[in-house]
């Protein structure tokens, strides 16, 4: 998953995969959101593709994210800014 703004904040755009656990590739989605922080893009990357696993009810889910404030976060070891 990734999640990139120019300018922080700035146009921002993210797109994550999602992978069998063979390892191939089941779906890949990149998006635009507008103005946005590197943050907020981060965390729209992991929510789309939480979504997109409820919806084709994908279960067994590991989230991987390169951004240890994210991943900090998520484990409720950062506040939300």
């Known amino acids: 998953m990734c999640g990139e703004s120019r300018g922080n904040p700035g146009e921002s755009t993210y797109s994550f995969c999602v992978r069998n656990s063979d390892g191939n590739l089941i779906h890949a989605e990149a998006q635009r959101i507008g103005r946005a922080t590197s943050m907020e893009a981060k965390?729209?990357?992991?929510?789309?593709?939480?979504?997109?696993?409820?919806?084709?009810?994908?279960?067994?889910v590991i989230v991987e994210t390169?951004?240890?404030?994210?991943?900090?976060?998520?484990?409720?070891?950062?506040?939300v800014p």
Not at 43 to 60: D, G, H, P, Q
Not at 66 to 79: A, F, P
């Open 43 to 60: 965390v729209r990357a992991i929510l789309s593709a939480l979504k997109f696993c409820k919806n084709n009810s994908i279960t067994n």
């Open 66 to 79: 390169g951004s240890l404030s994210i991943t900090k976060m998520i484990r409720k070891e950062w506040k």
